[in-house]
């Protein structure tokens, strides 16, 4: 069912204060086991809550939700939840980008997404492009992804603009690193969110997250919902974020 159409961004700063929310979908399979079902049921299920949370993220004023969809480590998988995956999150960019567009989201892809199937790339910047001028919240999907090989390619980035004699090795800054990985322009990251029980970052944003308020919760992926990002806000609200200071 169509949502209505809220393009705008609530005018006043939201009362949890983040601005960037992150979150490790994880425990769609053991979602499935625990129901007798094969993984792809924990897997379609995990889009559910995708669609509910990117909407719960509009209303409550997030300028950027980021979702870990697909690590780099992922391809150790069976290759046929490989196809499962992927063919999972190609129907979801066609069946839920008209919506996304209404309400002025502005759809991203962070990681090696190149690498993928031709046809779902350019499905990826399709919808990238056309929603690229929006005004409203970011959704990045982290695709491909992992936080090494992001740390690698920037490394490379710099140090081909060094070769280049566009920058000394001495000038190289912390902005300088964060314009050369995946969450380029992205604001910082405030929160970053663990389902399923886990308690490890598995490659994700590990640059990002060095001020990031970490919060995990056993809930499994395809159980989470508006009412669970909210209580993990409301624990962010709680924190004392210091930053080294006092
Ligand atoms: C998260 O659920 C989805 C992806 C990693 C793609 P899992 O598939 O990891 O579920 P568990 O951890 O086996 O329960
Ligand atoms: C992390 O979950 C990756 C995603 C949620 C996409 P995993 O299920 O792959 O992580 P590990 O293997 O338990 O560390
Ligand atoms: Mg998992």
Known sequence: MASKAK??????????????????????GRWAKKRFLPRLAGHRAGVEAVRRVARAARDLGLECLTLYAFSSEN??????EVADLMALLRHFIQSDLDEFHANGVRLRVIGNYRA??????DLIEGAMARTA???????????????QD?????????ARRVAAGEVTAEEIGIGDVDDALYTAGLPPLDLLIRTSGEQRLSNFMLWQAAYAEL????????DFDARALEMALDAFRMRDRRFGGL
Not at 8 to 28: C, E, T, W
Not at 75 to 80: F, M
Not at 116 to 121: E, G, M
């Open 7 to 28: 393009p705008d961004l609530p005018s006043a700063a939201p009362v949890h204060g983040a601005r960037h929310v992150a979150i490790i979908m994880d425990g769609n």
């Open 133 to 147: 001028g929006n005004s409203g919240p970011v959704i990045a999907i982290a695709l491909n992804y992992g936080a």
């Open 215 to 222: 919060y995990f919760t056993d809930m499994l992926w395809p």
């Open 75 to 80: 391809w150790k998988r069976p290759a046929t």
């Open 150 to 158: 992001e740390l690698v390619r920037m490394a490379q980035t710099l």
């Open 116 to 121: 993928l199937d031709a046809s779902l790339v």
